[in-house]
Structure formats: structure tokens, C-alpha cells
């Protein structure tokens, strides 16, 4: 009982200064990427999105899954961090010089000659953070996210002020590209200072072949999803216009605020955490549902809410020029809302080690995915987007397959836990768009949107969900939770 405690209250603490981090540092990047997209233009974001598979990929080859076995091994060696801190470097610099010589190439695919340069210039980000992934993934084993939120939100800041400082100056698409770039650096330097950790070990064969023989699979998995992921922007860049991408981009990228953030929250503090007790199914299968429904219940009535006020968010927000994104935020907003339900049913594979059917999982998805988008190809970028949830769906059945194998969750289980809180979320979006139709003028209608959409959920809650309510104010801090849990009673 002592035990199952302590993990509650350490699972509790890397919560709240994870989800601080997080929130805080995307908050602030959310600001300044409001500001930006007021003084630049979709084709600006279009450039800068189009060469983001290669460094992607790049980044895959970086990590190679040494972050994810340095957090889940028990018994860690001196001789396994170092091992896995002079690879990331070596694999770092093999991966710039690769996106160096091929830039020009990746210039003719797009017919943007622009981009030669802008490659060279962002892949510099890429090797800078190869020489702080293992410090991230040890204050990730000890999970302390306190340090990692500093560093991310002064990093966030540092890089936003660049980055509005040069748009304003007239530098275009470069606003963008060294905004990124002074964010990485910032991070890099406060991550080094603040960690007790330096290389003073040797490389160590013995150590290689573990790191490799559980991360390659992650590695590959990566690579799938990595390459997955980057097939729609590659199509809409190749075949659409600069602004069709640039609107592409940026309603993933908020549409992904809500969704991948918490999902990123969740994974940080829970793969640590469930890997203690990944030996304990009856344990672990109880915890996870926690984990599930918690993530539910946060998520879904984000994404429905930011799905719902898509047009005034879009107007106010980001200005008329923006038009061509509302539609497409609102649809991304429906598929990424099952990202974090996907993450955590992977997760688990990893906590049980069995980063086989991991990639076993992936692999099927990916050519499920393809399929789909290739039929959705010919009838325009709205309907490759819509695609999306047909494709989010069908991949949540494939996902819980294996979490049913292991720990008897599987989808229809899972599908009982978060239903109401879908069918709660659902009235909430119903209403907001009824109104909207009512409120042509959308600076007074986004307001009152966040205003119905908070009381119908919240109200709604206490009513329909009130186990997940109980769950989500046991999180809060003593002085808030007192007062909130005697409410809700």
C-alpha cells in the first residue's frame, strides 16, 4: 500500500512539472507563432515545412530508440550512458553532412531553390541536440521535469524573440528557421549546465549491442512512423501550392497543441513510472486504465472545443489570409484527438519490453494509412485530411490488439472507459457550432465559445463523468483540490 503511494505522489509530481513544461513552453511558442503567422504568409511556413521529413528522419538516426533503453533499464552503467551519448554525436554529425550534400537535391525536388541553404542552416539544430539527448533521457529516468521546465520555457522565449525581432526586420522564412535554431542552442547550454552528468567512462561493446538490440526496433518504428507522418506534406508540397502546405502545416501544428503535448506529458512521467511495475499485470492493467481515461478526459474536450471554434480562432487569431486553414484545423483537431489513446497503448509495448510488436504494430498501420491517403489523393488536400480520422480509427483497433494479449485491455474495454467522456465532448461541439451559426461576428463569438464550451463540460462532468473528475482534481495542488473536490460531491 506504502508502495503503490509513493508512486502515486511521484507519478503526481512529474504530472504537474511536466504538463508545466510542456504547456508552458508551447503556450509561449503558440504566442510567438500567432504573431509570426500575422507577419508572415503560408508560403513562408510552406517552405520552411517541406524539407522537415530529412530532418526528421535525421533525428530518428540520432536517438535510434537509446533514449527510451536508458530510461527503461533497471540496473544503468556509467559505461551505458556514455556509450549512447558518443554515439549521438557520431550519428549527429553523419546525419548533417548527409542533409548537407544532398540540400541542392532536395531544392529540385520542391523547385525551391531557397531551400539549399535553409537546409544546411536548420540542420544545425539537429546536431547541437545530438550532444543533449542523453541528459534529457536521464532527467526523464529520474523524473525530474522541475529542471526541464525552466530550460524549455527560457529556451521558447529566447527563440520567439528572435524569431518576431527578424520577421519584424523584413528577414521572411529566415525568422523561422533561426527561431528554431537559437531555441536549440539556449536549450543545449542550460541542459549541460544544470546536469551532474559528464562523459568520463569509455564506449563499451557490451553496453552497444543492449542500447542497439532494443532500440533499433524503436529506431525502425521511427523511421515508419517518421516517414508516415511526413507523406502528407511531402504529397501537398509536390502537388499543391506553397500556401496549400503552409495551411496544412499550421492547423496540424495547433491542432497538435493540445493533443501532443499532453500525450508527450503523459508518456515522460507514465513509461518511467509503469516501467517499475512492469512485471505486476494486475497492477499495471489498473494504473494504465487510470492513465487512459485521465488522458480522455483532458484531450477530448480540448480538441472538440478548438475543433468547434476553428473559424473565429482562425480569423481572430491569425487574420483572414489564414482562411484556407480553418476547415483543415477542424478536421485535424478529430484525428489527433486519439493520439494520446494511440501513445499509451504503444507505450505499454515498450514497458513490457517487446519493442518487436512495436514495429510489427506500426508496420501495419502505415500501409493501412497509405492506402487510405492514396484514395483520398484525387479528391483534394480537404479530403486527404478528412482521411486522417478514417485512418486515426482504424489504426486505435490495430493499436489495443496487443494491450488486450497482454494485460486483458483491449479495445472494446477501452472503448467503455472513454465513450461518455466522447459522447460529453461531442454535445459540447454541437453547441458551440450551433452558435457560431447564430454569431456572425467572430471576435465576439470565440469568447463565448471558451465560455459555453467550459461550462457545458465542466457542468456536464459533475453530472456524467464524475470518477474521472474526482481523478483529474486529485492531481491539483492541497489548497485547490479541498475546495474543488467538496463540489463535485
Known amino acids: 500500500m506504502a508502495e503503490e503511494e509513493s508512486l502515486r505522489n511521484k507519478t503526481k509530481k512529474g504530472l504537474v512539472w511536466s504538463a508545466l513544461e510542456r504547456f508552458g513552453t508551447q503556450g509561449i511558442s503558440a504566442l510567438f507563432a500567432i504573431f509570426l503567422a500575422r507577419l508572415l504568409s503560408p508560403e513562408d511556413y510552406g517552405l520552411v515545412a517541406m524539407p522537415m521529413v530529412f ?120 525568422a523561422l528557421v533561426f527561431q528554431a535554431l537559437f531555441a536549440q542552442c539556449v536549450r543545449a547550454i542550460l541542459l549541460w549546465r544544470t546536469s551532474v552528468w559528464r562523459p568520463h567512462g569509455h564506449w563499451s561493446n557490451e553496453s552497444f549491442r543492449y542500447l542497439w538490440n532494443y532500440g533499433s526496433k524503436m529506431l525502425a518504428s521511427a523511421i515508419l512512423d517518421t516517414l508516415y507522418i511526413n507523406i502528407y506534406p511531402i504529397v501537398i508540397g509536390k502537388m499543391f501550392s506553397k500556401a496549400d502546405l503552409g495551411n496544412y502545416t499550421t492547423a496540424n501544428h495547433f491542432a497538435s497543441l493540445p493533443s501532443s503535448n499532453l500525450t508527450g506529458v503523459l508518456q515522460r512521467v507514465t513509461f ?67 493520439y494520446p489513446i494511440h501513445a499509451i497503448n504503444l507505450d505499454l509495448l515498450q514497458v513490457k519490453g517487446r519493442s518487436d510488436l512495436f514495429l510489427k504494430l506500426e508496420i501495419i498501420k502505415k500501409v493501412l494509412g497509405v492506402a487510405v491517403m492514396c484514395l483520398a489523393i484525387p479528391h483534394g488536400i480537404v479530403v486527404m485530411v478528412a482521411s486522417g480520422i478514417v485512418t486515426s480509427i482504424l489504426a486505435l483497433a490495430i493499436n489495443t490488439y496487443y494491450t488486450g494479449k497482454l494485460i486483458n485491455v483491449g479495445f472494446f474495454r477501452q472503448m467503455r472507459d472513454i465513450l461518455p467522456i466522447f459522447l460529453v465532448g461531442m454535445a459540447m461541439w454541437t453547441a458551440i457550432i450551433l452558435f457560431n451559426h447564430i454569431m456572425p461576428n467572430m471576435y465576439i463569438a470565440l469568447p463565448c465559445d471558451i465560455v459555453i464550451g467550459v461550462i457545458l463540460y465542466i457542468g456536464s462532468s459533475m453530472i456524467f463523468l464524475k470518477n474521472d473528475m474526482r481523478e483529474m482534481i486529485s492531481m491539483l495542488p492541497a489548497s485547490i483540490r479541498g475546495k474543488l473536490e467538496r463540489v463535485v460531491k
Open 55 to 174: 530532418l526528421s528522419l535525421a533525428l530518428c538516426f540520432v536517438d535510434s530508440g537509446f533514449g527510451s533503453a536508458l530510461i527503461r533499464k533497471p540496473d544503468l552503467k556509467d559505461e551505458d550512458i556514455t556509450t549512447a551519448f558518443y554515439f549521438n554525436i557520431i550519428a549527429g554529425f553523419v546525419c548533417y553532412l548527409i542533409l548537407f550534400f544532398i540540400s541542392p537535391l532536395v531544392a529540385d525536388f520542391y523547385n525551391a531553390p531557397i531551400l539549399t541553404d535553409l537546409l544546411k542552416v536548420t540542420a544545425i539544430g539537429m546536431f547541437i541536440g545530438s550532444f543533449c539527448t542523453v541528459q534529457q533521457a536521464l532527467l526523464t529516468k529520474q523524473i525530474d521535469f522541475k529542471r526541464q521546465a525552466k530550460i524549455s520555457l527560457c529556451a521558447s522565449i529566447v527563440g520567439g524573440l528572435i524569431g518576431v525581432t527578424l520577421a519584424l526586420t523584413g528577414f521572411g522564412v529566415w
Open 272 to 338: 518511467p513510472v509503469l516501467s517499475t511495475i512492469q512485471n505486476d499485470d494486475e497492477r499495471l492493467a489498473r494504473n494504465y486504465r487510470k492513465i487512459l481515461r485521465l488522458s480522455a478526459f483532458i484531450v477530448f474536450p480540448l480538441m472538440m472545443g478548438l475543433s468547434s471554434a476553428g473559424e473565429p480562432f482562425v480569423r481572430v487569431f491569425l487574420g483572414d489570409k489564414w482562411e484556407g486553414c480553418i476547415i483543415l484545423l477542424q478536421l485535424a483537431c478529430f484525428y489527433m484527438m486519439f
